[in-house]
């Protein structure tokens, strides 16, 4: 059946609700089909979709083991509430807490929710019954979901620019929130350390000034999805550390990371004998094939609340399809032993960026693990080229920040690749990338820093 992407595009304009672009501004891009690693648009154009949509379709698009479960599993289910027990939700669990964490000796149970939001905001709820406190320490530059108590963890203080221009940025009211503080970002991996990161300093006095008797946890991701950032490796041992000391938990939210995305199963692992109170994950534990999320609890924390008459529950909570689409991911990564591929095809991705940063001037920074990268650009004196860099309210003419500019040059050459940050280009292709592929975008990344070189260090 042909469509009339004309008039799906009036359609789009006329009545749906867009986020990010204000409706001067926004580019109407129609995706016809997506096909493993491509998408293929209105016009028929193939685009390598090499930041896997949101950090979030790992195996690509429309992958067998994923749709060929969910295909079985709508033969026999459609929805089932929580308050019963279906087949897919059972081995969701058990391939989770038994198969894959079972060696690491600290996670109890799992519950499977539509949305990493809803991990995030399950996790602050866990921790605060749990603990019996309130207060949450979260990071600038973190991004945890959507809902009203995840926006205000968020690590962004921008939320609208309504005004003509685009100059102003106004926050959700009820800023600074309750419950919710901030702290400083992770350093980089290159920051130079000399004795006790900044950041763990300054997390420590605000602990102290906020009183630990009032914090529940601090929640942080192992990599940073919207920021980009890669701690320094003193950051997460010191962070466990702070949470020890104090008596708060330690919320690891791995709705970019968990599932394999940079190397490990889990994003925590890269540091030893670090391991979370709670866990928030999502998008990788199907592929996004539908939505999803899940929350992970630490066995003493799982028996706390499975023991209790705990008045929760979601109409969503263990849905058999999405749980058959996790089924079916998971057993297909377990089977063909993707955390070798994800490390192998990374260290060549990696070596390729480290070849980019040596030809262009413009590269200040190449960040990350596994099948997830971030290129950090900066001007001729190596400052980040849009000041503010990960500070930025992205209010003005955005046409002008180094990561738009970049995502159109390498569509020009056929690839879905930019970033959210200004200066900050996200690489983060599905696991069924191949070498060649790999090549063809790294290509494209380097005409397009060409251009940034150009524009910004001469
Ligand atoms: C680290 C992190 N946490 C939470 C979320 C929210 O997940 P979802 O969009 O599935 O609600 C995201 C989404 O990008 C994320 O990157």
Redesign the pocket.
């Known amino acids: 059946m042909s469509r009339d992407w004309e008039e799906l595009e009036r359609w789009d304009r006329a009545y749906y609700l867009h986020g990010l672009q204000a409706e001067a501004e926004h580019s109407f891009t129609g995706v016809d089909a997506t096909d493993g690693n491509y998408l293929v648009l209105a016009d028929g154009t193939r685009l390598l979709d090499f930041m896997s949509q949101?950090i979030s379709d790992n195996l690509g698009h429309r992958h067998p083991a994923i749709h060929g479960a969910l295909a079985e599993a709508m033969e026999r289910y459609g929805h089932v509430t929580y308050t019963l027990a279906n087949e897919y939700r059972a081995r969701a669990a058990k391939l989770v807490i038994a198969d894959i964490l079972g060696q690491e000796g600290w996670a109890g149970r799992l519950r499977v929710l539509p949305?990493?939001?809803?991990?995030?905001e399950s996790c602050i709820t866990m921790a605060r019954l749990y603990t019996g406190r309130s207060v949450i320490l979260t990071q600038a530059h973190?991004?945890?979901?959507?809902t009203v108590g995840?926006t205000m963890m968020r690590g962004y203080r921008n939320n609208i620019s309504a005004d003509e221009g685009f100059s102003g940025v106004a926050d959700v009211p009820g800023w600074p929130p309750h419950g919710f503080i901030p702290i400083p970002p992770p350093e980089h991996e290159d920051w130079q350390a000399n004795g006790r990161l900044p950041s763990l300093e300054a997390t420590e006095h605000i602990a102290r000034a906020v009183g630990p008797e009032n914090i529940a946890a601090v929640i942080s991701?192992p990599m940073f999805?919207?920021g980009g950032t890669f701690p320094h490796m003193d950051y997460m041992p010191g962070l466990r550390a702070l949470c020890d000391k104090y008596g708060f938990l330690w919320i690891d939210?791995e709705?970019?990371t968990g599932f394999g995305r940079l190397g490990e199963w889990f994003g925590y692992m890269h540091w030893p004998g670090v391991k979370p109170d709670l866990m928030?994950a999502?998008?990788g534990i199907n592929g996004s094939a539908l939505?999803?999320?899940a929350v992970i609890a630490s066995a003493p924390i799982a028996d706390y609340f499975e023991k209790a008459r705990w008045w929760t529950g979601s109409t969503w909570d263990g849905h058999p399809l999405i749980c058959a689409t996790i089924v079916g991911n998971l057993e297909y990564l377990l089977a063909n032993d993707i955390m070798q591929q994800v490390r192998q095809r990374g260290a060549y991705l990696k070596d390729r960026l480290d070849g980019l940063k040596e030809k262009h001037a413009s590269v200040g920074r190449v960040s990350g693990r596994g099948l997830f990268y971030t290129v950090d650009l900066v001007n001729g004196n190596g400052e980040p080229i849009v000041p503010d860099d990960r500070y930025s309210p992205f209010t003005g003419d955005l046409s002008e920040h180094p990561n738009v500019i970049v995502a159109a040059e390498n569509a020009k050459r056929g690839v879905f690749m930019g970033g959210f940050s200004p200066n900050t280009i996200k690489l983060g292709p599905p696991f069924t990338i191949t070498q060649e592929e790999i090549d063809t975008a790294t290509d494209a990344l380097d005409a397009a820093l060409t251009v940034i070189d150009e524009r910004f260090t001469r």
């Open positions: 949101l949305s990493g939001t809803e991990a995030t973190s991004f945890h979901g959507m995840a991701e999805g919207a939210d709705v970019i928030a999502g998008k939505p999803s999320g």
